[in-house]
């Protein structure tokens, strides 16, 4: 028999211990730990308290590394403070660059759409590194921070081919990208055209894209007509819990984190401090993420044995105090885990039993660990030249006289005043006076000559901003670029 796969195991916080206690009874009663060794480890609440504001210990981190798969319960972020949400420092630390998660309608869980006949089944796909997740935030003058939003086409690329490569494993014939390509033209630009660009390489799966506010309204009122759902980070992860609200809540939602070297398999919802130690919560979400890291390590006839008694137990009408027919006594978080195992074997009666292999696949093993940091990359034959430059100005005169002293400051460079905006909107040369205004504006400098881009690199443009910090705050530079020809920056509004 192959070495038992190593998993780095945190209970988490709150309730955590007490639902992974139960799915690890299942677990061991299915024969997993014939083929899975759980490695403990220390992150969460306890070390948060202890002055450590990553959340997590050196030696929980090298166990980490040295698994290749974490399992864990909910874990607390300290309110306030410097400490990071530990869920995303790990997603980002081992770019675990893909959310999968599962949203379907269960026996027993009652909602609008069940009671209506609406079958809801389909997957969403969340970009789990990049967009304002970065937590790159900056407070730039007296009344105005900003959080920068970084979307990379290597990024893009990743978690489309995520996407549609698990669409193809698990025979969906339609992935859906959802985005804000209609506003944010580069950012969401970039993620909608290299969708485009990976669907090519899959001309067996139906693709198309829709903005995200109609996405939200379509799976409201039609979830049945989605399969899969690829989005950007902080969209997808609004619509990964508006998702869980069709199905029942975060309960039921399963959670995996995909990276190359390192993938995270969590339950999603809080830690529920206000029940904790009670021994009444529900182990569903935690057991369904644990039946994905079964199926990611080969345990697919496992996972398929486990997932038919936990259908089978919900059928049934067993529940926890959280859901199910209130006219029937609810059991604890352990009582549950008993009545699956007592349904071990078995499958449901009315709905839809999953087909179980009759082998697992070939065992989980681990890519060679990198020396160093992985550079990735997706365009490497663009040509490109400075155009000129942005710079960020924190002041309170009004735009008019703003661009009469800039004017001065850029008359014996190359450069020529173009565009004023604040909060993104153009104030200068045309605008109206009816946009209010704070203080912080964006000025724009660009090549007096077009025909001259080329001739200049950035220190022309790092000279006039000498100038202009001579004279005014400056709280952020952007060299403008042309990318093949193409400006690599956006117009302001109303420009």
């Not at 070297?261 to 057991?287: M, Q, R, W, Y």
């Amino acid at each position: 028999m192959a070495a038992p796969v190593r998993v780095a195991l945190a209970p988490g916080d709150g309730i955590g211990p007490e639902i992974t206690d139960a799915v690890l009874a299942v677990f061991e009663a299915a024969g997993v730990v014939r083929h899975v060794e759980f490695v403990p480890v220390e992150m969460g609440r306890a070390v948060f308290e202890r002055g450590d504001s990553r959340g997590v210990t050196d030696e929980a981190l090298a166990a980490v590394e040295d698994c290749g798969i974490v399992f864990k319960g909910p874990m607390e972020t300290p309110k306030g403070g410097g400490g990071k949400s530990i869920n995303v420092t790990l997603r980002k630390l081992y770019c675990a660059y893909a959310n999968i998660r599962h949203f379907r309608a269960l026996p027993g869980v009652e909602t609008v759409f069940s009671r209506a006949g609406v079958p809801v089944n389909f997957y969403v796909v969340r970009e789990n590194v990049e967009d304002t997740y970065g937590g790159i935030e900056h407070r730039l003058t007296n009344d105005v921070i900003e959080c920068k939003r970084l979307v990379s086409a290597p990024g893009c690329d990743q978690v489309h081919r995520a996407a549609f490569e698990l669409a193809r494993r698990l025979g969906l014939s339609r992935v859906t990208c959802g985005h804000k390509a209609n506003i944010m033209k580069m950012t969401d630009g970039l993620f909608l055209e290299r969708f485009h660009a990976t669907a090519a390489d899959y001309p067996g799966i139906r693709h198309e894209d829709v903005i995200i506010d109609a996405l939200c309204m379509n799976l409201v009122l039609r979830p049945h007509t989605y399969e899969l759902v690829v989005l950007p980070n902080l969209q997808g992860d609004i619509v990964s819990d508006l998702a869980a609200g069709l199905v029942g809540g975060l309960g039921f939602a399963p959670s995996a984190n995909i990276g190359q070297h390192v993938s995270i398999f969590e339950a999603v919802h809080g830690s529920a401090p206000d029940i904790a130690g009670k021994g009444v919560a529900n182990p569903t979400s935690l057991l369904l993420s644990g039946l994905m890291m079964l199926r990611h390590v080969g345990l697919v006839r496992i996972a398929a044995t486990v997932e038919n008694a936990l259908l089978a137990t919900l059928e049934d009408g067993v529940r926890t105090a959280d859901f199910g027919d209130p006219a029937r006594e609810p059991v604890g978080t352990m009582p549950f885990a008993r009545e699956i195992v007592s349904r071990l074997g078995r499958a449901p009666r009315a709905a839809p039993a999953v087909p179980v292999p009759e082998r697992d696949t070939a065992p989980f093993t681990r890519p060679e660990r990198p020396r160093i940091n992985t550079l990735i990359r997706t365009f490497t034959q663009v040509v490109s030249h400075h155009a000129g430059c942005d710079v960020y100005i924190e002041t309170t005169i009004s735009p008019a006289e703003l661009a009469a002293h800039l004017e001065r400051l850029c008359e014996h460079s190359p450069f020529t005043l173009t565009m004023m905006s604040n909060r993104g909107t153009q104030v200068w040369p045309s605008g109206s006076v009816f946009t209010e205004v704070v203080d912080y504006y964006r000025v724009r400098f660009e090549l007096r000559n077009p025909a001259e881009i080329g001739r200049y690199g950035q220190s022309a443009a790092i000279a006039l901003l000498g100038r202009i910090a001579e004279k005014f705050p400056v709280t952020d530079f952007q060299p403008l670029k042309v990318y093949d020809g193409k400006p690599g920056f956006s117009l302001a509004q109303g420009q």
